[in-house]
């Protein structure tokens, strides 16, 4: 046969694209070597439009016979990996993988999830951190409880409750009934985000006056949050 009729035939049975996510996670998904073999091989048929190959398909293009192929897709079935399906127009039966993209989609949302309950933990721990350097001692248990519930039940970030710190510390207001009612007026107003919280404190700071007033006049504004 010459190279070229030899390429053509190559190129007429196509290529099978793997996603990489498959690939890079199969064995999160509690998958072997052998059982991930067969799903590529069972992958492949369907891309040629093959959708339930028998074991002995299988088996002919692996070092597996056909019961072993049999029992390895029986693993993938018992680990919801693939399924066994019935057309409702042509009445075949098919491999679905519906609950293989499924489990990798599980997989990353949890993997997310875990990622931000930690983001948020470590911001907590900022945030309580943040407050004992400002106060100068360790918070209270009445004041870490108010501290939890800003973001528990009030459902404040810890940015904005940073910001309402700021708004504090520049009012020489440091005290947790003045920061309840900033964050109690911002969510009010429905002010969410440090950029938000920010602008609303420009609108009731006093201009900046002459170069030779004292860094602390600047800081002091105006607004009384306990007024409002």
Same mark, same amino acid.
């Given at each position: 046969?010459?190279?070229? %009729?030899?390429?053509?035939?190559?190129?007429? =049975?196509?290529?099978? *694209?793997?996603?990489?996510? /498959? #690939?890079?996670?199969?064995?999160?998904?509690? /998958?072997?070597?052998?059982?991930?073999?067969?799903?590529?091989?069972?992958?492949?048929?369907?891309?040629?439009?093959?959708?339930?190959?028998?074991?002995?398909?299988?088996?002919?293009?692996?070092?597996?016979?056909?019961?072993?192929?049999?029992?390895? @897709?029986?693993?993938?079935?018992?680990?919801?990996?693939?399924?066994?399906?019935?057309?409702?127009?042509?009445?075949?039966?098919?491999? *679905?993988?519906?609950?293989?993209?499924?489990? /990798?989609?599980?997989?990353?949302?949890?993997?997310?999830?875990?990622?931000?309950? =930690?983001?948020?933990?470590?911001?907590?721990?900022?945030?309580?951190?943040?407050?004992?350097?400002?106060?100068?001692?360790?918070?209270?248990?009445?004041?870490?409880?108010?501290?939890?519930?800003?973001?528990?039940?009030?459902?404040?970030?810890?940015?904005?409750?940073?910001?309402? /710190?700021?708004?504090?510390?520049? *009012?020489?207001? #440091?005290?947790?009934?003045?920061?309840?009612?900033? #964050?109690?007026?911002?969510?009010?107003?429905?002010?969410?985000?440090? %950029?938000?919280?920010?602008?609303?404190?420009?609108?009731?700071?006093?201009?900046?006056?002459?170069?030779? @007033?004292?860094?602390? %006049?600047?800081?002091?504004?105006?607004?009384?949050?306990?007024? =409002?």
């Amino acid at each position: 046969m010459k190279e070229k %009729e030899m390429m053509i035939r190559w190129m007429e =049975q196509g290529t099978t *694209s793997v996603p990489n996510v /498959l #690939l890079e996670n199969y064995k999160r998904l509690s /998958l072997n070597e052998q059982e991930m073999m067969v799903l590529l091989h069972i992958y492949s048929y369907s891309q040629k439009g093959i959708t339930f190959p028998s074991f002995e398909e299988l088996s002919n293009r692996m070092s597996m016979s056909a019961s072993d192929c049999a029992g390895c @897709v029986k693993k993938l079935i018992q680990k919801q990996v693939v399924a066994i399906e019935q057309g409702s127009q042509t009445g075949y039966e098919f491999y *679905s993988f519906e609950p293989l993209w499924n489990k /990798l989609a599980s997989l990353f949302e949890s993997e997310a999830r875990g990622q931000s309950v =930690q983001q948020a933990m470590v911001e907590e721990k900022d945030l309580y951190s943040l407050f004992e350097e400002e106060f100068g001692r360790p918070l209270s248990s009445i004041e870490c409880e108010t501290l939890a519930l800003w973001i528990d039940q009030d459902g404040h970030e810890p940015p904005v409750i940073k910001a309402a /710190l700021r708004e504090a510390v520049l *009012s020489m207001k #440091l005290n947790f009934r003045y920061m309840d009612r900033i #964050l109690f007026e911002w969510k009010k107003q429905g002010i969410k985000t440090v %950029e938000q919280a920010r602008e609303q404190g420009k609108k009731f700071r006093k201009p900046a006056g002459a170069e030779n @007033v004292s860094r602390s %006049e600047h800081a002091v504004p105006f607004y009384n949050w306990l007024e =409002q």
